[in-house]
């Protein structure tokens, strides 16, 4: 198996939240694929946060793409020079208000849909974590925070009252 061979690329769209790019494409078969389009995004952060009592922290706010209602963790992208662990360090401080003495513990790099993205989800997991801050919204954030015990999250992803993937 190879990587098939890009004959041509052009942006059909650029902008600061995400580019549309359109490549040609030749397979390892010899057949070309005239129009696959690539949906060009930054790479963003997300955090696992469990408290001193072992329970997770979700957030439930409105996905205007789904248009609902969704409970996440929290999540963001990196603002000018931080790093990914500082970026997810201020996005939990920003939307529940918490924080931990214990660094956060890189869980993983994962691109979220690689056939048609060039993007990457950096996750962690943050423990022990305090109330240290009333919540730090932007003007369009509306982010309503709860916590569970685990064996609740469970339940709530069977019963898909937790129905994305974080």
Excluded at 52 to 67: C, F, N, P, S, V
Excluded at 74 to 80: C, D, K, Q, T, V
Excluded at 119 to 129: A, M, R, T
């Amino acid at each position: 198996m190879k990587k098939w061979e890009v004959l041509d690329s052009h942006y059909l769209y650029q902008t600061p939240y995400g580019n549309l790019r359109r490549d040609m494409c030749l397979l390892e078969n010899g057949e070309i694929i005239e129009k696959y389009n690539i949906n060009e995004f930054s790479n963003w952060v997300n955090g696992v946060v469990v408290t001193k009592d072992k329970e997770i922290i979700l957030t439930k706010q409105y996905r205007h793409g789904a248009e609902d209602l969704f409970y996440e963790i929290p999540a963001g992208s990196p603002e000018s020079q931080e790093s990914y662990s500082e970026a997810i360090s201020r996005e939990v401080l920003e939307e529940i208000g918490y924080t931990t003495a214990t660094k956060p513990m890189l869980l993983g790099e994962f691109f979220v849909n690689p056939s048609v993205q060039n993007n990457k989800v950096i996750s962690y997991l943050f423990i022990n974590v305090e109330k240290t801050s009333k919540q730090l919204l932007d003007d369009t954030e509306s982010i309503t925070v709860y916590k569970f015990k685990l064996t609740d999250v469970k339940e709530m992803i069977k019963s898909q009252k937790i129905n994305q993937f974080f």
